[in-house]
């Protein structure tokens, strides 16, 4: 298990496929951990074949990640399964709704995260792509996903061919709070923040993104009040659009 | 990791306390794991106060998984740390949205997942209490949290005082799609479902609620379309009241 101290995500992956009987015990892993009322509320499609990936790659900004990748697995909340069973029951289901779809939601994100525990643990690279958010309908459309349905994570899978370093984390203190939320007064954001700011390679990103500090680059590039706002508005749409 | 093979939520634990010299090296796993732009967009706050606990126990409704638990603790997605961090570096933050709470949420499952998997390999047993999304309003007075602050999955954790079975779980094939969503037919569903309607505790659950079968008693009892529909309301505007 010391892995989990000295994981990293992995973007560059080695050609090789990853098979259905090294997958299997891992889903099998995944899907033991938390559900809500055991009601197992996802759905995973597997990314394999070379149409189909490319079909899927725009969604994914055909991001170094998304296309060095032999497979990805798209983790999706799904509550057409289980509805579909109450309805062949003659029982009434109301989980087209929001509370639903955050139940279905977070078990997702469970099954997903044991699922890259156990794919690590077996020597396999994985890397979330942070673009399903972005772009859910044109996901749902290439891999077909029916109403009640929605991807949450995508993985990236394969055999690293790389071997980076540890990204910086943030103190724990900064994290755990006791008993009550301790909000941080500016003296404990310069501090928690500091490590990040002093390192090498966040310097370098600051200055070739001609910007004052590392914060600007995250507000003015990569994750702008623009474009955080035109996905909110996409993926609220296509919430909704599923029938949540 | 055969834990993950075999692991089972804990509801009943010993009086001892977890010690944060026996929690600190799981937060420092749980915070190792993905997380978007390496935000980490999560806070976490550890309820062990025995007035905290009695304040909280109503937003867990008073569950045995809580009652039982010698600490509970409460995994938030936060955007308020990070936009602190922005608006001290003269940057303009715009994470006040859905996108921005969808990246947060995710995160913070992913911290609260890993650190379930390093807990239990560690002999803890953990429960997620899904009341969490029920009553996001109380936990939040209570622990009180600032705006861009949600919580989003809470944990009994402790040392184990039982030992049950595995819970039943669907067949793999029944959850994995292979390059796009392959709806279930009518046939596909009293497959998928045979063996968890067949377990001699399910068919117990059926009689004890007087109910046809065991999908009644998921929509008549356990997770009733008027509850969904009361707590998504409640969800959805607390999300907004945060700032979301």
């Known amino acids: 298990m010391d892995t989990l101290k000295t994981r990293r995500s992995i973007r560059k992956f080695k050609a090789d496929e990853v098979s259905d009987e090294v997958l299997n015990p891992l889903f099998e892993k995944a899907f033991r951990s938390s559900t809500t009322g055991n009601m197992q509320l996802y759905s995973v499609v597997i990314t394999r074949d070379k ?42 289901p109301g989980y087209d709704n929001a509370e639903s779809f955050a139940c279905a939601a977070i078990d997702t994100v469970i099954a997903a995260q044991t699922f890259c525990v156990a794919a690590e643990e ?35 899978v394969g055999y690293p061919a790389e071997d980076p370093q540890c990204s910086d984390r943030l103190p724990i203190s900064a994290i755990v709070h006791q008993e009550v939320y301790k909000d941080y007064a500016p003296a404990d954001i310069d501090r928690i923040f500091a490590e990040k ?27 702008t009040k623009k474009d955080m706002e035109f996905f909110s508005q996409k993926l609220m749409d296509f919430i909704r659009k599923q029938g949540f």
């Open 197 to 223: 700011e002093s390192l090498k390679e966040n310097q370098q990103f600051v200055s070739e993104n001609q910007k004052e500090n590392l914060a600007q680059v995250f507000t003015d590039i990569r994750y």
């Open 122 to 156: 077996a020597g396999l690279g994985i890397c979330y792509l942070g673009t399903t958010t972005y772009n859910p309908d044109q996901i749902a459309e290439v891999l077909q996903l029916p109403k009640l349905v929605v991807p949450i994570v995508t993985l990236s």
């Open 51 to 92: 149409a189909q990936k490319e079909k899927l790659a725009p969604a994914h900004f055909n991001q170094p990640a998304y296309a060095n990748a032999p497979m990805v697995i798209t983790f999706c909340a799904d509550f057409n399964r289980f509805t579909k069973w109450c309805e062949q029951r003659n029982a009434t």
